[in-house]
């Protein structure tokens, strides 16, 4: 019985760090293909300094 419980406990190590590296590669793959075209990256900009400028009008009353 001693050795059943060691062999699932290595089961579920091994199994959490399987997991684990599949969501880091996947998350990886996503973050290289995310959109970097132009327009997106103007419209990033745009948004940011538009949250800044608000943000600093909150801030100034």
Do not use: P
Request: proline share 0%.
């Amino acid at each position: 019985m001693d050795e059943a419980g060691g062999v699932l406990w290595l089961l579920m190590n091994v199994g959490f760090v399987v997991v684990l590296a599949a969501a880091l590669i996947w998350g990886t793959m996503r973050w290289r293909r995310r959109r970097t075209d132009r327009a997106a990256e103007v419209e990033r900009d745009r948004a940011t300094l538009k949250s800044y400028r608000e943000s600093d009008q909150n801030t100034a009353r």
